[in-house]
């Protein structure tokens, strides 16, 4: 530790605050903090006498402040090291209580420190996630503060902090409604030398109280129950990966029947054979879900399934609940992307689409990389966080329409792909592929879409995920396409969907309405539709151009 260090926490253990500094500044923030912040002070008769030591969350370099209008006492509290950096504002943060710590090593003279401030009675304040997390609910406790609360034997306060997050934007400081809640005190026996299993242990107790604060306030809840509404292959996947991640996790089965052969075998053989359902994942149909008490409602059906879906259960979705769509393609009869059809008619906070290179059976096996998109940052990340602890390798986005578009793009440039090769051969495929996916990226780019999102994981990855998968349906449905199966005998063939069959009409329909050339698509839609046969198709995809056109990049 460098001198200047040791001489803040010696000055925070022998002399403390500097009473001039401290209750000048006292005098001006907390009248301030009332008026503009209008902040609201919950449970301050909970904080007793004496040494204290205070457990909260942390949001934002204000919180300290804030949270010291708590007690009419000077509070102590641990600060980034790099604050101290500069001498000026060094003197100042110590003389109002703060003294430094090094993140992530250890730091014994922090504690040692804290224990000084208790010894003569005064109270500290912890910050147990160790720095400032936003957005989304507070992230894990360290176990630190157990360490604290054991080698001391001082009760500790679980304190929670909320309308801090985004007080700051550059060097303004915006009005925002900030309330702190304090719990009942908590008292642990005194251990010395407080070994860490126990110094977790404690903090495993202490973490709860402070989350029960935050929740009172109406803080956004941590994802801890799932419901799964379809258990086909990616909703019995995306059961199995939540449940590794600790959730609980319902999954919905459209009927008794698969719910109770799925519950009796503890398998999905029909959609996922040889992957055992995790204890921690309940089979029930999904009508009889009790969507109410979950945190994140998933709907893993096809998008053309996704309008009775929503019927039967988008208004028992609760307002704290998160969405995940995992339907590729675009939902009839007017071709809506899946995220934006569930957003208009669900109540739930915040939706959320998966994209990416993702086949259901392989995820298990060999994992993932996958992309996250919504327009709600502090939702994605929450999710992120959650889907990597699962095992996913997890790039978020906020282009939710070209992620969603990107995966219409690679369904439709596969079926061409498989559909042509089958035909005419692997250069007639490429072009079929190459055109079609092409097309569908122009479209997402009139809607505000990103060129790089075609480029990456949602797109290129996918495709080739796609087009290379032992069992992908699209691919397949390409293939039996070629052999002059209609839409209807493919789906029978194949025993469930494959959405670039349903999508392909409603992708020529948007190209066309958005104004985009789009020969090859609307070329393979008229052979979905039976109007032309593979062989013409195939040859309209090479067809020589009356004029030179400039070759667009897929």
């Known amino acids: 530790m460098s001198e200047r260090n040791e001489a803040l926490h010696r000055r925070a253990r022998e002399r403390g605050v500097n009473p001039i500094v401290y209750w000048i500044v006292r005098a001006f923030f907390q009248p301030f903090f009332h008026l503009y912040f209008r902040l609201s002070r919950i449970g301050r008769e909970h904080i007793p006498d004496g040494p204290v030591i205070f457990a909260a969350n942390h949001r934002s370099f204000l919180d300290p402040f804030i949270i010291g209008t708590m007690t009419r006492r000077p509070l102590y509290y641990v600060a980034k090291e790099e604050l101290f950096k500069k001498k000026l504002q060094a003197w100042f943060l110590n003389s109002l209580g703060a003294f430094p710590v090094s993140r992530g090593n250890g730091d014994t003279q922090t504690i040692e420190t804290a224990k000084a401030i208790l010894a003569r009675g005064d109270s500290v304040l912890i910050f147990p996630e160790g720095t400032r997390v936003r957005p ?136 996922l054979p040889g992957v055992a359902l995790a204890p921690e994942v309940r089979v029930a149909p999904a009508a009889e879900l009790e969507l109410s008490a979950h945190d994140l409602v998933c709907l893993a059906v096809p998008a053309r399934a996704l309008p009775a879906a929503l019927a039967a259960h988008g208004a028992r979705i609760p307002a704290r609940a998160g969405v995940l769509v995992v339907s590729k393609g675009l939902v009839p009869p007017l071709g ?140 397949r449905a390409g293939e039996l396409l070629a052999q002059g199966l209609s839409a209807d005998e493919i789906a029978r063939v194949l025993g469930q969907a494959a959405e670039s069959v349903d999508s392909v009409a409603l992708l020529a329909a948007m190209l066309e309405r958005a104004g985009v050339s789009a020969p090859a698509t609307a070329g393979l839609a008229a052979l979905v539709e039976g109007r032309i046969a593979p062989e013409q198709w195939t040859a309209s995809v090479t067809q020589p151009s009356v004029r030179p056109a400039k070759a667009k990049a897929a």
């Not at 402070?210 to 941590?222: A, D, K, N, R």
């Not at 379809?230 to 009927?255: C, H, K, N, P």
């Not at 055109?435 to 990226?441: C, G, H, N, Y």
């Not at 949602?458 to 087009?467: E, H, R, S, W, Y």
Request: some cysteine.
């Open 336 to 475: 809506t992307l899946p995220s934006a059809y569930a957003a208009e008619r669900v109540p739930a906070r915040s939706v959320a689409a998966l994209g990416g290179p993702s086949h259901a059976a392989d995820a298990l096996v060999n994992g993932a990389s996958i992309v996250l998109a919504s327009a709600d940052a502090a939702f994605a990340y929450e999710l992120a966080t959650v889907l990597g602890a699962a095992g996913f390798d997890v790039h978020t986005s906020s282009d939710v329409a070209g992620v969603e578009l990107a995966g219409c793009a690679k369904n439709a440039a596969a079926l061409a792909a498989s559909a042509a090769a089958a035909t005419a051969g692997p250069n007639v495929a490429g072009a079929a592929a190459g055109k079609v996916f092409s097309e569908i990226a122009q479209l997402a780019q009139r809607s505000g879409g990103e060129a790089a999102t075609f480029a990456g994981l949602a797109g290129a990855g996918d495709l080739v995920a796609t087009v290379v998968a032992d069992g992908s349906r699209n691919r």
């Open 136 to 271: 989304g609910p507070p992230g894990k406790a360290k176990r630190g503060v157990g360490r604290l609360v054991l080698e001391t034997g001082v009760p500790v306060v679980p304190l929670a902090i909320i309308g801090t997050t985004d007080v700051r934007k550059g060097w303004r400081i915006r009005p925002r409604k900030i309330r702190i809640r304090a719990g009942h005190p908590l008292t642990f026996p005194q251990v010395q030398d407080a070994s860490r299993e126990l110094a977790a242990a404690v903090t495993d107790r202490i973490w709860p109280n402070v989350m029960l604060q935050w929740e009172w306030l109406g803080g956004q809840t941590p994802l801890r129950r799932a419901a799964v509404i379809g258990a086909g292959a990616w909703g019995t996947t995306l059961a199995v990966m939540l449940a590794r991640a600790g959730l609980e996790v319902d999954l919905g089965t459209r009927t008794r029947e698969q719910a109770e052969l799925i519950e009796r075998e503890r398998a999905n053989a029909r959609y």
